[in-house]
């Protein structure tokens, strides 16, 4: 067999598919390996050039893939798509994966190192928490609506609600105590979570520098400092906020630049924690006196979520600036 210089490599759980082309562009190679099979295969493989979709356990399999002398290039599912020729078989991925790894304006994601992940896991776990604690709260508020028991909306009474679940009948106690424990036992956990992030926090210099930024708390500082890749992927500030997804999606054509709403790409949890810290600068500016700053002029000429929206954009062009320059976020003088 022909060395191949550049390989596809399809991801799967158990069976992945390899296309790779030689120097001219010839295909010198097409089969499918077990998982069992795919260190060993490359290890016999000279250096070459490797593309993947980045998914879940594509990052492993990339330090992995490196750690073996070859060349590893993740790349967006979304980009690799417009280079499958017809169908969907793990045969024509992998031939898509192959070609799109070679073009020279095809953008990659950075590998992901096992502490980063390790990091991530941690801001996943608490989401997940979260969610669970969210569903826990809205089944027993709709227990106790059944009964004719209303308590407001809001995390901020939950023990509101845990009172009025007491004034059930003693038949319904049972069922309604056993989601009171689960949401406690919830709401210890997600506090021994949120404790590890902070530690982990204060631990990293960067978390402690973009935690000085304006609404970006502990859990939003840690997970930015974790999930941003090598910010010489991007050019400018405005590049990485357009990689958040805050940024208008064009619809232009015919020389008329039209934009619409947000596009909402890139990572919803990031883009979720900037837009809460920009709502919770929203509200506290709303409780002190008027002022006559950037964020109280857009206040008094736009709706508060168009407003908060720009105020995170804002934000993740900071954060690009601080991590790029090394620096802490100093308050402009006025």
Known sequence: MDQPTTIGLDLAKNVFQVHGVGRGGTVVLRRQLRRSQVL???????????GMEACAGAHCWARELVALGHEVRLMPPAY?????????????DAEAICE??????????????????????????????VRQQTQTVNA????????????AKGIHNVGRLLEAARNMPEAARPALDLLADHLRDLRDRIDTVTERIGVAQ????????????????????????????DVGAFRTARDYAAWLGLTPKPHSSGGKERLGRISKAGNRYLRRLLYLGAMAQIAARRRRAPCSDWLGRMLDRKPVKVVA???????ARIVWALTAKGDSYRVRAT
């Open 40 to 50: 060993l295969f490359f290890s016999r493989l000279d250096s070459c050039l490797i």
């Open 80 to 92: 690799v798509k417009p280079y499958v020729k017809r169908g969907k078989t793990d045969a024509a």
């Open 100 to 129: 799109a790894v070679t073009r020279p304006t095809m953008r990659f994601v950075p590998v992901k190192s096992a502490d980063r992940q390790a990091a991530l896991l941690d801001h996943k776990a608490r989401d997940f928490l």
């Open 140 to 151: 027993i508020r709709a227990h106790l609506a059944e009964f004719g028991i209303v308590v």
């Open 202 to 229: 204060a631990d990293d210099p960067l978390a402690r520098r973009l935690a000085t930024v304006p609404g970006i708390g502990v859990i939003s500082a840690s997970a930015l400092a974790a999930t941003t890749p």
């Open 309 to 315: 929206v720009a105020l995170a954009n804002r934000m």
